[in-house]
């Protein structure tokens, strides 16, 4: 009796994608830059800056990028790029899907480079576009997308 091999769960591409498009979702939530009120004063500046230290810190939904929030943006970039799992290309399709997912990873790359600092989104959302380019790679590169 012949017994046909077992596929794994989950190639290191999809595992690399997967783990991108969590990061990149939660980045959105954390703090991506430290927005304290223009004050003319030394007074005001020297009390924001003493008593309301982490009250400024914003959101990558906070930050406008024309009229819609870089949250929304890399959320939906990473969700697009995560759709991709769910269809088993062809060969033919490969070329395609490397291109749509790796175009995300370079949106979000872009965005978190934009207002890059030692916060915590922006370093999540680093890791995480780095993260989806690999898995594109890994999965639909190399020598099957002809």
């Known amino acids: 009796m012949q017994t046909k091999p077992i596929r794994k769960l989950f190639s290191a591409g999809e595992l690399l994608t997967l783990a ?26 020297t009390y924001v800056a003493t008593f309301q230290r982490d009250a400024y810190l914003t959101s990558g939904y906070s930050l406008k990028l024309g009229g819609v929030s870089v949250g929304w943006i890399i959320i939906l970039a990473a969700l697009a790029a995560g759709s991709l799992l769910l269809v088993t290309p062809t060969a033919g399709q490969k070329r395609g899907f490397l291109i749509g997912q790796i175009a995300a990873g370079v949106l979000i790359l872009i965005l978190a ?14 890791a ?13 590169g190399g020598e099957t997308a002809k």
């Not at 991108?20 to 005001?44: D, R």
């Not at 480079?113 to 680093?126: F, K, P, Q, T």
């Not at 780095?130 to 790679?137: E, K, N, P, Y």
């Open 20 to 45: 991108g498009v969590v990061l990149v979702v939660m980045s959105a939530a954390n703090t991506w830059a430290n927005a304290p009120p223009k004050t003319g004063t030394m007074v005001a500046a």
């Open 113 to 126: 480079v934009r207002y890059v600092g030692l916060y915590m989104g922006v370093l999540m959302a680093l």
């Open 128 to 140: 995480g576009a780095g993260l989806l380019i690999a898995g594109a790679v890994l999965r639909y």
